[in-house]
T-cell receptor, first 110, second 115 residues
Framework: LAKTTQPISMDSYEGQEVNITCSHN???????ITWYQQFPSQGPRFIIQ???TKVTNEVASLFIPADRKSSTLSLPRVSLSDTAVYYC???????????FGSGTRLQVQP | GAVVSQHPSRVICKSGTSVKIECRSL??????MFWYRQFPKQSLMLMAT?????????EQGVEKDKFLINHASLTLSTLTVTSAHPEDSSFYIC???????????FGSGTQLSVL
């Protein structure tokens, strides 16, 4: 399973755009990149998934360069409620379990 | 998105007793479910892969006789912590993948406290 590396923590202010980058140098051809959000004492919540280029949904965008060795989760105009841990995972989801890295603890200040 | 329901959300038990945690896929069938464990301020650790109609596959270091997994139907997997001890106190989370796009969804978790 591809190993991921993310910053341990990030700080931001309300209304700012936050970009969290994840490195996954040994990503396999069949692997997708998936980002999850987790609040304390809750299960991870699916945010976005992509394979290449750019994916956008109602809450975030995911940018994946051509070599797919990294990806960036972009959260537009964060609010206090976006304070959480964000995990980047790589794998062929559904077929095998995903391995969680340390995640990025995002703190949004007023 | 797809819903994975997990019960109970919180359980307190005495040392030596057994506790069962249920994980259900509410609007899809899941031939495979995964069980994770999470200690405070730490990441999720995969415990086992639950396969419908067959034995679970446990990760290295996870005692299969202590953490019994049963996946009796395409929508239900259970994790039973047998003879629980205080060191088993943790946050247990299940997950399942949908059939079509194979996105992995997680239950809300179960906080187990063993006294």
């Amino acid at each position: 399973l591809a190993k991921t590396t993310q910053p341990i923590s990030m700080d931001s202010y309300e209304g700012q755009e936050v970009n969290i980058t994840c490195s996954h140098n040994n990503i396999a051809t069949n692997d997708y990149i998936t980002w999850y959000q987790q609040f304390p004492s809750q299960g991870p919540r699916f945010i976005i998934q992509g394979y290449k280029t750019k994916v956008t949904n109602e809450v975030a965008s995911l940018f994946i360069p051509a070599d797919r060795k990294s990806s960036t989760l972009s959260l537009p105009r964060v609010s206090l409620s976006d304070t959480a841990v964000y995990y980047c995972l790589v794998g062929d989801t559904g077929r095998r379990a995903l391995t969680f890295g340390s995640g990025t603890r995002l703190q949004v200040q007023p | 998105g797809a819903v994975v329901s997990q019960h109970p959300s919180r359980v307190i038990c005495k040392s030596g007793t057994s506790v069962k945690i249920e994980c259900r896929s509410l609007d899809f069938q899941a031939t495979t479910m995964f069980w994770y464990r999470q200690f405070p301020k730490q990441s999720l650790m995969l415990m086992a892969t639950s396969n419908e109609g067959s034995k679970a596959t446990y990760e290295q270091g996870v005692e299969k006789d202590k953490f019994l997994i049963n996946h009796a139907s395409l929508t239900l997997s259970t994790l039973t912590v047998t003879s629980a001890h205080p060191e088993d106190s943790s946050f247990y989370i299940c997950s399942a993948a949908t059939g079509e796009d194979e996105k992995l969804f997680f239950g809300s978790g179960t906080q187990l406290s063993v006294l």
